[in-house]
């Protein structure tokens, strides 16, 4: 018997409803990708993006990876960015980080951890960035919460660094980077003060002519 009996039958459960209400929705959604919004989110189990905004299937195109990094050397992340934009024309791209994250936790510690520590380095490069402000903060959950913001502004940055997205923009393309954080506790998704819209918000050192 396979053990993944439970999984297959919820799925078909799930087909099923879908189809009840929209008896044409697996025919449209097969002939066409279309969604609006590329989401860059934690890989974290409790985050489903889909769910946790309410949208269904092809209409929000998701890439996820531990603590929601956009790395100017991670050819996975730069791939799903390029189709986004150059392909798919998404209007949005949303870097979504969440209060509790285990990576952002991790990167606050001083044990080792292996492989990920050179992933977690980044994070840490962010609170290197930031330590000012986290040295009048004296509570540490404070602090924890911050750095999972901060670390959403950071990759913000990033994502509007590339090469795609700077050069969809000289082409005046309509295209906005979002930056939000998750809560857990509470479900709730609350934007941050952090949208880019125009190469004129981000440094001057990521410029081009």
């Given at each position: 018997m396979s053990e993944l009996k439970h999984l297959l039958a919820k799925n078909?459960?799930?087909a099923a409803g879908i189809k009840q209400e929209d008896p044409d929705f697996f025919k449209k959604?097969?002939?066409?990708?279309?969604?609006?919004?590329?989401?860059?989110?934690c890989a974290d189990s409790r985050v489903p993006a889909n769910q946790i905004v309410g949208m269904l299937p092809g209409?929000?195109?998701?890439?996820?990876?531990?603590?929601?990094?956009?790395i100017h050397s991670d050819l996975n992340c730069l791939s799903?960015?390029?189709?986004?934009?150059?392909?798919l024309a998404v209007k949005h791209i949303i870097v979504c980080g969440h209060y509790g994250c285990g990576g952002v936790k991790a990167a606050?510690?001083?044990e080792e951890h292996g492989?990920?520590?050179?992933?977690?380095?980044?994070?840490?490069?962010?609170?290197?960035?930031?330590?000012?402000?986290?040295?009048?903060?004296q509570d540490a959950e404070e602090r924890f919460d911050r750095l999972?913001?901060?670390?959403?502004?950071?990759?913000?940055?990033?994502?509007?660094?590339?090469?795609?997205?700077?050069?969809?923009?000289?082409?005046?393309?309509?295209?906005?980077?979002?930056?939000?954080?998750?809560?857990?506790?509470?479900?709730?998704?609350?934007?941050?003060?952090v949208t880019i819209t125009g190469p004129e918000q981000i440094s001057s050192i990521y410029r081009q002519k």
């Open positions: 078909r459960a799930w959604l097969f002939a066409q990708q279309a969604p609006e919004y590329l989401w860059i989110g209409e929000l195109f998701v890439h996820r990876n531990i603590a929601n990094m956009v799903v960015i390029q189709y986004a934009v150059e392909v606050m510690e001083t492989l990920i520590d050179n992933w977690l380095g980044h994070i840490r490069d962010v609170y290197r960035f930031h330590r000012q402000e986290f040295y009048v903060l999972c913001e901060l670390n959403v502004i950071e990759q913000v940055g990033n994502v509007c660094s590339t090469t795609f997205v700077k050069q969809a923009w000289k082409s005046g393309r309509q295209l906005s980077v979002h930056g939000c954080i998750y809560s857990i506790k509470d479900g709730i998704l609350t934007e941050l003060d």
